[in-house]
């Protein structure tokens, strides 16, 4: 399917976490459009199968770039990354979440949890960015999520870091309007990846909002970009974040998702 992003963008599409779950779904829609591929995953394995599947669909360059993100050393490795290659389309999607209670969860996991959501997501965004926006042409998505929007009892820290995204992406967005480059935050709400079928959730909730695909996430952001700041993928989740976000008291938002999530914990 193609979504005129190629034409609007050209050279690579640049995809963090994207052998599995919502990246690889981007990856995907990005081959098809005709980008030129950098996959950037800790998994050697699943990112060189989606490299070469893409390739031999599409026909077009796709490097699997094995690579932690959180790794101290990712400054140096993103500028040669920046220099090696014409990045079109920036895509900062792997992201890490821990479901606990914030002081069960140890302090070196919340750093972690930081050096992925945040950091890695501002220098790849500075770094890459920095250069589209010299040349006047790119997209750039970061990848948030609902909870982002009103903070969560038992995703503390994990809400706090989506928040990050959420307002670099959204303050770039306005300031880079304009120059060529175009940004977009995305906020998902639970969507069925591995990260929450591994959960085995009780999802019988008064008012449970069935799980989302990550296809309808990925498209929905790659259609979104160029037109709005923000997006929430899917109606449901658009009027339950609307609802939480936008017409209670904060205080009542929190205590609803808290009673959802400790039933859904069991
Ligand atoms: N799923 C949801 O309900 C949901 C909702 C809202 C927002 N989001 C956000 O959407 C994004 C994608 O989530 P997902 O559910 O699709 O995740 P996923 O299925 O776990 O896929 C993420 C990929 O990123 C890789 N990755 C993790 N840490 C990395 C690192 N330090 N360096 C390089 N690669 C790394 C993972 O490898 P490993 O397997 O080795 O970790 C995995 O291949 C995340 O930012 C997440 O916060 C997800």
Request: aromatic share 8%; net charge neutral; glycine share 10%.
């Amino acid at each position: 399917m193609k979504l005129g992003l190629h034409a609007r963008y050209g050279g690579y599409a640049l995809v963090t976490g994207a052998a599995r779950g919502i990246g690889r779904a981007f990856a995907t829609y990005l081959a098809a459009d005709g980008f030129d591929l950098l996959l950037v995953d800790r998994e050697a394995d699943e990112t060189t199968a989606l490299a070469k599947a893409l390739h031999a669909e599409h026909g077009i360059d796709a490097r699997a770039l094995v690579y932690d993100l959180a790794d101290p050393g990712l400054a140096t490795k993103a500028q040669e990354w920046a220099e090696a290659y014409e990045v079109g389309l920036l895509v900062n999607n792997a992201g890490i979440s821990v479901l606990d209670p914030f002081f069960e969860i140890s302090l070196e996991t919340h750093l972690a949890t930081l050096d992925l959501n945040c950091r890695a997501t501002l220098m790849l965004t500075y770094i890459i960015g920095k250069k589209m926006a010299r040349q006047g042409r790119g997209g750039i998505i970061i990848v948030s999520s609902a909870s982002a929007m009103s903070g969560s009892p038992y995703f503390c820290h994990y809400a706090a870091t989506k928040g990050y995204g959420l307002n670099l992406a959204a303050g770039l967005w306005s300031e880079l309007q304009g120059t060529g480059v175009d940004v977009l935050a995305v906020c998902p709400g639970m969507t069925d990846t591995k990260p929450v079928q591994d959960q085995a959730l009780d999802k019988d909730l008064p008012f449970y909002i069935p799980l989302t695909g990550p296809e309808p996430v990925a498209l929905g952001a790659l259609r979104a970009l160029g037109k709005q700041p923000t997006l929430v993928p899917t109606f449901a989740d658009r009027m339950s974040a609307g609802l939480l976000s936008k017409l209670l008291p904060r205080g009542w938002t929190l205590s609803i998702m808290k009673r959802s999530i400790e039933k859904m914990r069991g």
